[in-house]
Nanobody
Framework: QVQLVESGGGLVQPGGSLRLSCAAS????????MGWYRQAPGEERELVAT???????YYANAVKGRFTISRDNAKVTAFLQMNSLKAEDTAVYYC?????????WGKGTLVTISS
């Protein structure tokens, strides 16, 4: 059973930075991709960034140039470096993993951008 545990969320002022981590465990071979989604209050969950097994990355337009996704294949951990944070980045951030065509989700970590 694949389990994903996020960490690194919190409260930060506009213009600040945060680094999210997602550690995967349980049946962690054959991973196709990992990534991050987010869900703001009253909004649908949206894609933030993904990284494939070959390190190909994808970013939503809203975060391009500000966020960087990376992964440590040995530790099966994904990271999301978030810089120049804006109030509209406030959301619960969910780690996502795809393995053999199946999707797995973490429970989420809250990121709040406020002065």
């Amino acid at each position: 059973q694949v389990q994903l545990v996020e960490s690194g969320g919190g409260l930060v002022q506009p213009g600040g930075s945060l680094r999210l981590s997602c550690a995967a465990s349980g049946g962690i071979f054959g991973i196709d991709a990992m990534g991050w989604y987010r869900q703001a209050p009253g909004e649908e969950r949206e894609l933030v960034a993904t990284i494939s097994s070959t390190a190909t990355t994808y970013y939503a337009n809203a975060v391009k140039g500000r966020f960087t996704i990376s992964r440590d294949n040995a530790k099966v951990t994904a990271f999301l470096q978030m810089n120049s944070l804006k109030a509209e980045d406030t959301a619960v951030y969910y780690c996502w993993l795809q393995r053999f065509g199946m999707n797995y989700w973490g429970k989420g970590t809250l990121v709040t951008i406020s002065s």
